[in-house]
């Protein structure tokens, strides 16, 4: 069994809900990488700084203009759900940074793991965990800071 209790790992970017999870040492969603890539291309892709977006406190970086396009025309379609929190801790009502090189798109909604081996319980009962992430989502941030 793997414990976890990662609270104070980052920090949530200041906005209204969804909250954020953006490291400490710079403010970027998903770690700074494309959310739109793992959509149209399968796989994770650092973004750049020439295409950034502000959306609900943090600086979405992109790989392109045609992604960044399409994030700002819909945020809520490609931001990972749970602010980028770890999907697994959070259906254990804990928090824990997601780390955007372990993922999966589970009904055009992307979720971030914490690691591979979490990332492998979580995959052992997606459709549980995600129920019961959502459930926890957003409270598990006021219970836990």
Do not use: H
């Not at 149209?40 to 650092?46: F, G, K, S, V």
Request: some cysteine; charged content about 20%.
């Amino acid at each position: 069994m793997v414990a976890m209790s990662m609270v104070g790992v980052g920090q949530m970017a200041q906005a209204a809900e969804p909250f954020i999870y953006t490291q400490k040492d710079n403010n970027y969603g998903a770690g700074g990488y494309d959310v739109v890539a793992y959509f149209t291309d399968n796989q994770p892709m650092e973004g750049k700084q020439t295409y950034q977006t502000e959306w609900n406190g943090a600086m979405w970086l992109f790989s392109s203009a045609e992604n960044l396009d399409k994030f700002t025309k819909n945020p809520d379609q490609y931001a990972p759900q749970y602010g980028g929190y770890c999907a697994w801790a959070m259906a254990k009502g804990d928090l824990a940074k997601g780390d955007p090189k372990r993922w999966k798109v589970v009904d055009n909604k992307l979720y971030l793991n914490y690691n591979w081996t979490i990332q492998k319980l979580w995959e052992r009962d997606i459709p549980g965990m995600i129920e019961r992430g959502d459930a926890q989502w957003p409270t598990a941030l006021t219970t836990q800071n």
